[in-house]
């Protein structure tokens, strides 16, 4: 017994040491441990990151030290010292935190991975010519997606669901089959692949966390292994000839030459499928929510699509000569985008400010920027951020803004939804291709509105902060019908 209590007496001993241990050094940020040893504020980060967040930036400013499960995690928000964070790639490095969220997310390892071989890699594929292919194709698949649903095959009858599952799976098959494709064009192995995806990405967040329970590890688990074979199908095992896809082609080839062993490469391809995937679906939810429950928006975007209509190339003028809508995308995605930028301190560094004081970062801690919280939220930058404004983006006449202030001073970042500078998201071209050709594609085929003309936009899922778009709690009730060929949009300008 006696044994047991000194057991125990030490533990607890070292555990307050580990506790004590860590004090606030001359010109490091400020420093809040939390009340609970080693945990520190973990869960109250994990459940709800931009509350959390937004309650230390009231409490120490700009930027600041916490502990978590253990780690130190110095947050940054101001966006114009985010430049020296990202440029660094000797003091700063995001190789070792990628790495261990692949193993925790997609249960892979890849020790010979590169990320600045995967980026150009990348740019091969969403820059240039290979760029307007992945458009086009992706055009064609949405098409042929959307003629397969039950509003397609019945056009005189009203259907009704939810936007978020509407969006979701339809951009999601759509992209799948631009990058992916199926065996033997086998399209009803989109339906399976999409239900596991969904299984799968709903459990992402507590995966990264390491905060699943036992049968959600399990559920996890199983989704993983059903993608893996599904996706190896027509990809990782067979001889790179037999694929219907270059892009899958091509990544396997890049992913050979970096000596990825087999396996691995079936299960890097759930993470690019994540990757390319697991973001559209949702951004085109909260955009055509937010027009369906802000008529003027609504109005404006039809009215500009209209116009394109009666031009002789409208699809190609799509991604050219839209503001209205782009400021609309703009700001949803200002307002649902919150990916957190993580990086590891492998050497001391100092970080200036434009006011000239310095901030110590230390070896062995962990470097965060929230651009949701700021610029995008900063209402010093974005009068009244938390309310939607469709022409934010958008000057008096029509052109797009890109000039914002903060103190006097403009902003070289005012939103960040793709991240900033030489590490902006490389297939951003090709996301918000797809996005718009979506919405096209809904607002000139579909006669589209609420279920409940009162009906409001669904509250985010809190835990989804720092996985790039968010998603909701619920759902948007919504019915829809094939808009009879002849009525075009018309009845926005009878309005």
Known sequence: MIWTVLLLFKGLLAVILIYKRRCRRENEPPLDKGYIPWLGHALEFGRDAAKFLSRMKKKHGDIFTVRAAGRYVTVLLDPNMYDAVLSDTEALDFKSVSKVLMQRMFSLTMPNHDPASERAWMKQHFHGPSLVQLCESMQNNLQLVFSTTDVAQNPQQWSTGGLFSFCYSLLFRAGYLTLFGVCENDVTQLDTVYEEFRKFDGLLAKLARQTEKREERRMARGAQERLWQLLSGCGAGQSTRALGSSWQRSYLEHLQSEEVEEESQRRAMLLQLWVTQGNAGPAAFWLLGFLLTHPEAMCAV??????????????????????????????????????????????????????????????????????????????????????????????????????????????????????????????????????????????????????????????????????????????????????????????????
């Open 302 to 495: 039809r009215a500009e699509i209209r116009s394109l209509q009666l031009q002789r190339h409208p699809l190609a003028n799509l991604q050219k000569h839209t503001p209205v809508l782009d400021s609309v995308l703009s700001e949803t995605l200002r307002l649902r985008a919150a990916a957190l930028i993580t990086r590891e301190v492998v050497q001391d560094k100092v970080l200036q400010t434009g006011a000239g004081q310095e901030y110590l970062l230390r070896r062995g801690d962990r470097l965060c920027l929230f651009p949701f919280l700021s610029p995008q939220m900063d209402p010093q930058i974005h009068r009244e951020p938390e309310k939607f404004k469709y022409d934010r983006f958008l000057n008096a006449d029509g052109t797009e803004k890109k000039d914002f202030f903060k103190g006097g001073v403009r902003m070289k970042y005012c939103n960040m939804p793709w991240g900033a500078g030489s590490n902006m998201c490389v297939g951003r071209h090709f996301a918000v291709s797809g996005i718009k050709q979506f919405v096209y594609m809904m607002l000139t085929n579909l006669d589209l509105e609420l279920c409940d003309q009162q009906s409001t936009m669904p509250p985010v899922n809190p835990s989804r902060y720092g996985f790039g778009m968010l998603q909701p709690i619920g759902d948007l009730e919504i019915r829809y019908r094939l808009k009879p060929a002849s009525s075009s949009l018309e009845h926005c300008h009878r309005r």
